[in-house]
């Protein structure tokens, strides 16, 4: 039985309910959206990838851009960085919010959850300018944490934490920690709490409950949230920028040198696309990990 | 076993909470210091920081600003999710599936792309760099939001409350005004508050895309490179404070709609 | 002769290549309630939005008191409809749902609350005016739905399977209400559903579909007592079905013969034509008080204990692929593994057009 009334959907769709208006109404009030997509992101991502091929000085076609990045041993380390950068991060930002998930939905008594999930994710919403100078407060030569290091006198000498790989990363891992507990956190909330009984029932104490049940259930998600880390992360320009300085360049960096120093947009056209070439190729190899739901 | 996993997992949460607040503390703390160095020890407290932020006339008008593209993008951003969202769920269209991919798309890419793109396109098209280039990036990047936050909340029985109403005489623009709009307005005020913070925060599109009049965090940019500075601890709070209330705006309209 | 309040002419209606209506023909008398009765799938759905407006029909006329409403928008044709999930607008009181069709129409506020007012109390819901929506219950929130579509006049009004929603007490309880409150207004009213219960308590005209198709029309009573095909006899409550050919034909009287024995039945059908007969439960006899006519003897294979009666399952000793369904009284004696003679009457056995 597959007729129209079976497909949860008792009533057909209006389509042929409007008879006069059907034709025109539908396409007025999606016109304006798709317009502005097509007008100001399609278009601009041509006007990308034209520009990618023609050469900085004199316009000609070129495929120089993309050949750079191969031969030019510096471009290539950004891209190299930046993946090293981001792995680390998604993993760690894991490994940390996992944990913190698991004890905010299942320890945290539940009438506590909302109010300790919305304090777990304020600084969420600092702005992530704001954010990245606020952690060079606490990693700066005389800020808190060497104040705090060197005044009980474990060292003598204040660490170089600022401008380095690890303030970096810390400035990341503060960020997705708190975005991967939040869908990790809804993600433990949306299993049945009959899973969990039914495990106890069959004699499974809680180690193999989480380990043969929850954790299995939750992966599909820590995947999409990892693979939303991984996209941000790569993307972003601001954290590196002002936590890591300049000592090592990462793809974003590199791509804002080309338009702010020498207004090369061509070369920052193909580095911005190959960027988002290995997003894609990295959204195709976990691509089967991740069902996210088509809205 | 039960009280080891107990006390491990306090001791854990309170790491992670201290982990998470270190920043921000520091942050509001050393906004308070009356010296000129946002370092310890803490010489405060004292508000001529923020006196001074708000005697600093390029921060008020970038702050002006900010507020300015934040309203007007995430309207026309809500605006357009919201009609097209209403045309997707209520019309049979062709391709209809491709066309809500292309709508949703920008979600996807970074935003640094997204500026990048538009960069080189205003770039040859002789559009100058402004505030309202800066908007259309976030209309960009916050359209698809509001469409897939909207058009996710019409569901089968939304079809059949405008059916009704249709039934009972009203013709399509009351019922757009008298039914659809109330009904879905918990989503609409959901779409556009998630618009306001991430066009509020935005960084990367407004730096690329506007030149002397910019928007708050490209301003407080600006500051970063006179190094640490209290001024910027103050900026930094109060702009911390103004997306504390649009996200208490956003849950509550989201708990509001929560409630029957 | 009136014209019918409803004439629907040669209506066929297709979803793609799916057909859902096939060349449906049916007329409504004022005042009437009618009940359109079938499985998922059989059409009466699509039938009832094509009657509202929702739905154009692929082929055929509407005809709504005797004007051409095929392709009329539902605001525009003097039908309302209650819907399944009631569709109630959320965010307007009680009082603003019931009052909409007429703010629709232009009737100022003090009148509309008036008439909204009368229509609440005349489904005993007067006092909940003021409320909003998610403040009922599920059955009255129905009357909400049912006070909302009755307040305009309309001449027909369409209930899309209105109490499927509800527990099964307070279904019987809507069902008695539904005929009272119809009986009220005088409205003719068109109502879905898949529950035969529902369709012989509430129609004065019960209509039968079935893939697309309308197998049987006719009262209540008639459709159960002699329905017109096997697929009716089937889905209005249970029959015991005795598959057969026309042996014989002598003056309207044909010999029949079945996996239960010949039978003599009057008839006109030649000889060699294929018949199916059905049997109602509760006319089938088991044990020593014999019908005139013997099926043979069959094997009990299950006894049901169902209250005022049980129900009795058993396999025929000629053909096992014969099942009986009996209903035998309470007090009876039958067990599972007994060997039953069962029997009839010819009047009791009705003949179905295959």
């Not at chain 1, 209006?14 to 100001?40: D, E, K, S, Y």
């Not at chain 2, 997992?9 to 920043?23: D, E, K, Q, T």
């Not at chain 2, 928007?215 to 911390?240: D, H, Q, Y």
């Not at chain 3, 014969?322 to 029997?343: C, E, H, M, R, W």
Request: with cysteine.
């Amino acid at each position: 039985m597959s007729t129209a009334e079976n497909n949860g959907r008792p009533w057909p769709r209006a389509g042929r309910a409007l008879p006069r208006a059907g034709r025109t109404l539908p396409w007025v009030l999606v016109t304006p959206a798709l317009g502005w997509t097509l007008l100001f992101f399609v278009l601009p991502f041509a006007a990308m990838g034209l520009s990618s091929l023609t050469a900085h000085e004199g316009g000609g076609f070129t495929l120089s851009n993309y050949s750079q990045f191969f031969t030019n041993p510096s471009y290539w380390q950004a891209m190299v960085n930046s993946l090293q950068v981001t792995v680390i991060v998604t993993v760690v930002s894991v490994l940390l919010a996992y944990p913190f998930a698991w004890i905010l939905a299942e320890q945290v008594p539940e009438r506590w959850q909302r109010l300790a999930l919305m304090l777990a994710v304020l600084p969420f919403w600092t702005s992530y300018v704001v954010r990245s100078y606020s952690w060079l407060l606490v990693l700066a030569q005389n800020g808190v944490i060497n104040r705090a290091l060197t005044g009980s006198g474990l060292i003598s000498e204040p660490l170089q934490l600022a401008n380095t790989r690890l303030a970096t990363a810390t400035g990341f891992v503060h960020f997705f920690v708190m975005l991967l507990t939040l869908t990790i956190f809804a993600n433990l909330k949306q299993l049945s709490p009959s899973y969990r009984k039914a495990a106890a029932d069959l004699g499974a104490g809680p180690v193999r409950t989480f380990l043969h049940v929850i954790l299995p259930l939750t992966l599909p998600g820590i995947m999409v949230g990892a693979f939303l880390t991984f996209v941000l992360c790569i993307g972003d320009y601001i954290t590196p920028q002002i936590l890591g300085g300049n000592n090592e360049l990462l793809m974003p960096q590199l791509v804002m040198m080309q338009i702010g120093r020498r207004g090369d947009f061509p070369l920052a056209s193909a580095l911005s696309i190959i960027l988002m070439a290995v997003v894609t190729v990295a959204y195709l190899a976990c691509a089967r990990w991740l069902k996210i739901e088509r809205a | 076993m039960r009280q080891v996993i107990r006390v491990a997992s306090w001791i854990y949460a309170l790491a992670v909470y201290g982990f998470i607040f270190l920043p921000v503390v520091v942050l509001v703390l050393f906004s308070l210091q009356s010296t000129s160095f946002p370092i310890p020890p803490f010489t405060g407290p004292s508000l001529r920081w923020y006196d001074a932020v708000l005697s600093d006339a390029r921060l008020t008008s970038a702050l002006l600003n900010s507020l300015l593209v934040a309203v007007l993008s995430s309207a026309t951003a809500v605006t357009l999710g919201f009609l097209s969202a209403w045309g997707f769920a209520r019309f049979v269209l062709p391709g209809s599936g491709l066309l809500r991919g292309l709508i949703t798309l920008p979600l996807t890419v970074s935003y640094l792309i997204i500026g990048m793109g538009l960069l080189v396109l205003f770039n040859w098209g002789g559009v100058p760099k402004s505030l309202l280039a800066a908007g259309i990036g976030h209309v960009v990047i916050n359209l698809p939001l509001c469409f897939a936050i909207i058009y996710s909340q019409m569901g089968d029985h939304q079809i059949n409350i405008e059916r009704a109403a249709r039934d009972l005489g009203a013709p399509e623009w009351k019922v757009l005004l008298l039914i659809t709009v109330p009904v879905m307005a918990p989503a609409i005020f959901a779409g556009f508050f998630l618009s306001m913070t991430f066009s509020w925060d935005e960084f990367v599109i407004s730096f690329l895309l506007t030149r002397f009049d910019t928007t708050l965090p490209v301003e407080i940019w600006n500051l970063l490179r006179s190094g640490l500075n209290p001024k910027t601890n103050a900026v930094g709070s109060l702009v911390f404070a103004v997306s504390i209330v649009l996200v208490v705006l956003f849950e509550l309209t989201l708990l509001r709609r929560r409630k029957p | 002769m009136t014209a019918p309040l409803v004439d629907i002419r040669g209506v066929s209606h297709r979803f793609g290549q799916l057909a859902v209506l096939k060349n449906v023909s049916l007329r409504i008398e004022p005042g009437s309630y009618t009940i359109l009765l079938g499985p998922s799938g059989s059409g009466k759905t699509t039938l009832l939005s094509i009657l509202g407006g929702f739905v154009t029909p692929s082929e055929g006329k509407v005809f709504i008191r005797g004007e051409d409403c095929t392709s009329v928008p539902p605001a525009k044709r003097p039908t309302t409809t209650v819907f399944q999930d009631y569709a109630l607008f959320p965010h307007m009181s009680v009082g603003g749902n019931v009052g909409f069709g007429l703010r629709m129409q232009g009737v100022d506020g003090t009148r509309r609350a008036a008439k909204a007012r009368e229509a609440l109390a005349l489904v005993g819901l007067a006092s909940a005016f003021d409320k909003k929506p998610h403040q009922l219950s599920g059955g009255q929130r129905q009357r909400v739905a049912l006070a909302r579509a009755l307040v305009i006049e309309p001449a027909v009004l369409l209930l899309d399977e209105p109490l499927g929603a509800l527990d099964l007490k307070l279904r019987r309880q809507m069902q008695d209400e539904l005929k009272a409150i119809q009986k009220r207004v005088g409205t003719a009213f068109i109502h879905v559903t898949h529950d035969q219960e529902e369709a012989m308590a509430l129609a004065d005209h019960c209509v039968v579909m079935n893939d697309g198709r309308i197998e049987d029309e006719g009262p209540p009573e008639r459709v159960y007592a002699r329905p017109a095909t096997r697929f009716s006899a089937t889905f209005m409550g249970e029959s015991t079905i005795l598959a057969g050919t026309v042996m014989k034909a002598t003056n309207g009287a044909i010999t029949v013969s079945t996996p239960a024995g010949a039978i003599l039945l009057p008839g006109p059908q030649p000889a060699g034509t294929s018949i199916a007969l059905a049997i109602r439960p509760e006319y089938l006899r088991l044990g020593e008080t014999k019908g005139d006519i013997a099926l043979g003897s069959a094997k009990v294979s299950d006894v049901v204990f169902q209250g005022s009666f049980k129900r009795v399952l058993a396999t025929s000793a000629l053909d096992p692929a014969l099942q009986f369904i009996a209903k035998a009284p309470a007090s009876t004696t039958v067990q599972a593994g007994d060997t039953v003679v069962v029997s009839c009457n010819a009047d009791d056995i009705i003949q179905l057009a295959d």
